[in-house]
């Protein structure tokens, strides 16, 4: 009994040993076995996608015969022609009539502030001589520092300022071929500034002689102004206006001329544009 005992007991363990012995060799050996790389990658890469079948393509067909006088046409043209320019007419004012000789005769009498009249009956006599003023480079203004001899003739021209030349030589053209001018009103050289407009925007309208027998009003003088070498002086206060007579301004309110309509509306239309008026024409 104890024989079969040990004999089973070693038999068991035998077997135990060999079934032990073969499956731990066969697991080493599949664990030291490297993998093979390539059969991984190959089962990783995924399959490339099937082609679609070829679509059927479509006929082609000859080119059409395209005529010569297509070709040589540029497939673009640029359009060339500039488009004319409209000019507007140049703007134009004739030269005033010349001074009647009521007019002149009027001015030769007429010596109320620095004889007014002779004034611009001279400033009219030399726009009347200087033609058509026309829109332009010609068109400007001149004005002058003239005196008048008592007998009538020019003793001094002087040019103060001008915005054209053409303005200024055909002012100095009339000036020197001016007919014989009456004397002076006061029978003194009469020493006057006149500005010349030869421009078709702007006329010389006749002046107002409302005011004339009325002082002039005190000229502005700055009192702070200096020479550099007289005594210096400040805050001069004006000459007061020394009232006229009464007589004496009743017998020249008699004397003063009636004013042009010319010279009223002009007027009117100065003071319109002084204080804004003209917006509310409308």
């Known amino acids: 009994m104890s024989n079969r005992l040990l004999f089973a007991v070693f038999g068991s363990l035998a077997l135990h040993a060999f079934v032990f012995a073969f499956v731990g060799g066969n697991h080493l050996a599949w664990l030291s076995r490297k993998p093979d ?33 297509v070709i040589a046409t540029p497939a673009r043209q640029k359009n060339t022609a500039t488009t ?5 007419p140049l703007a134009t004012q004739p030269a005033p009539p010349a001074p009647t000789a009521e007019e002149w005769g009027f001015a030769g009498k007429y010596t109320l502030k620095n004889s007014k009249g002779y004034r611009y009956s001279w400033g009219k006599q030399v726009r009347s001589m200087m033609g058509t003023a026309v829109e332009g480079q010609g068109a400007g203004e001149v004005r002058f520092r003239l ?6 003739t020019l003793a001094k021209l002087e040019t103060l300022w001008t915005t054209s030349k053409i303005a200024e030589q055909l002012a100095r053209k009339a000036i020197e071929s001016m007919p014989p001018l009456p004397p002076t009103p006061t ?3 009469l020493i006057f500034e006149r500005t010349i407009s030869f421009t078709p925007f702007a006329s010389d309208w006749p002046p107002i002689y409302d005011d004339d027998c009325l002082p002039d009003p005190p000229a502005f003088t700055n009192p702070y102004a200096w020479d550099g070498k007289s005594p210096q002086v400040v805050h001069v206060e004006p000459k007061p206006v020394e009232k006229p007579d009464p007589q004496a301004l ?10 042009a309509i010319e010279a009223e509306v002009a007027r009117e239309q100065r003071l319109m544009n002084r204080w804004g008026a003209s917006k509310f024409e409308e």
């Open 250 to 259: 009743e017998e020249c309110l008699r004397q003063l001329p009636q004013n």
């Open 187 to 189: 029978g003194k050289p």
């Open 37 to 69: 790389v390539q059969k991984v990658i190959l089962n990783v890469v995924p399959r490339a996608p099937e082609k679609s079948p070829a679509r059927p393509t479509a006929r082609t067909q000859a080119p059409a015969t395209i005529p010569a006088a």
């Open 147 to 152: 005196e008048i001899a008592p007998d009538g």
């Open 84 to 88: 004319p320019v409209t000019q507007h």
